[in-house]
């Protein structure tokens, strides 16, 4: 027990010192000691990403070191998973729809956002960028998507937010799926008055937000 | 005191009539033309027009000659594939750049032919045309970190930041000379002022330190450049600024553009006196807010900066196509009624 518990903290600080080489021999190890994989994705790679989520809060860490370090607990967890019990695999908490709205390209917190929110156990469909309203719109209904986050990071872009909330409560389905929204020029006022469940500053934010809707 | 006086005076440091008024607006210059967007943004003369127009209208004292975002034209005339929207704001670059074997790919653009550059440099003489020596011409060249993004996908250069520091840096120094080329062919064209526009510098995105290191030392070169060429640089990064504040005395720009997000307060104390702020009203607040509100932050962030720093009174950022008018009107009206109150 000693042993699991030393070997998935030092996989934590392995992947917060960004050491990659390193989580992927720890990992090797912790699999050789016959610790539950489950365990090992939950409480060492996840728990150190977190961990380095509040970092980033208080401005300690910035989007590159969380960047690489989601891109090593998604490589290592991917190679976990096929070793997880059946009945074990990690918990799909919900289908999580996500894109920049039409007429904006920039993705940089939108792919963060999708990445953390995979690695959270959410089920993440990216749809990329410039996606159009009607685009999210039947995929929210083909995937019976639980969540919709839209991204915009321009003042005349995230009108489309706007209009796509309108869409979804045109066409009776606004209740069906909870939408969160996120970007530079938004904020928790335009959420409120746009009628979005839930606003999101950065990835961090995003994936506790999204648990709290889970509720 | 001419428009022109008034922004250089404010930019020396000297004395003004009124504080200056110049915001960043390219794109809202649209509502002044009566040509649909898919042929305005083709013709660089009725660009200039309204540019000019909107200019009048609002009583500037610069104006930003410009169009679509810097980014991606220098990124098209450098070689990547670009899929731009009608209005040639928005426009998906494919980048160039893969890894170290493909740096030979970079072309150093001939901004009389390649892309959309000529269109950019006509637009800037008939803007110059038009407004002769009454206002100074802002125009905006991206910076070398942004650009680096540009070519190589913003996403794999966050990573590289810190998982191959110098390749990311051998590739940062190779947009220097292309930025150079397009600063100085605005510069030939008419521009006064060159905006270095480095959103990728953010610290909402970097640290400092990553600023210093890879961003930082290319920024000054290209600044020395624009002084060689005998106009005056600025530099803008949107988003959170403070923490870099303190290192611009040293990357020597006249003028700094600040987002919205950081208290004018602290931005004073952190700034060098030399240092010429501009800024900086929410542009989302401008698109959203009443005018009265508009009015009240506008007179904050006079009482705040004007007359105690160097300063030019704008908004943080770009200001949106979909901005009320009545919200610019509110801007003018509060940096008049704080000017007469002397």
Redesign the interface.
Known sequence: MDNQKEILQKIEQALIG?EEDRVDALVKEALDLQIPPLAIINSGLVEGLRKMGAMFEKGEL????L??AA?IVEKNSDEIKPLLATGEEKENRGTVLIGTVE???H??GK?LVGTMLSIGGFNVIDLG??VPCEVFFNRVESEKANFLFLSAL??????RQEEMIQMLKDRNIRDHVKIAIGG????M??AD?IGADGYARDAVEAVKMAEKLLE | MTHRERVLAAIRGEATDRVPFVPQLTYFALEFSSLPEKELVRDPGAMAACIAECGKQFDFDALYAGWESSFNILAQAMGCRIKASEDFIAGEIEPLVHGKEDMSAIRVPDPSSDGRLPVHGELIKKLKDIVGEEKLLFSYVPGPLTMAGMLFGLNNLMKTLILDPDFTRSLIERMVEPIEVFAEMKIKAGADVVVIAEPTASCSLISSDMFKTFSGPCLARIRAFIEECGVIPSLHICGKTLPVIGQLKDLGFSIFEVDHVNPLPDVLDAADPGLCLQGNIDPSRLAMAEKEEIYSLSMTALETAAGKHRFIFSSGCEVGKNTPAANLEAMVRARNDFSAKG
């Open positions: 960004l910035f989007i590159p070191h960047m690489v891109e007429g904006d390209i993705d940089l792919n960028k410039d321009m003042t005349t872009t995230m009108t530079a020029p938004v904020t006022e335009w008055r």
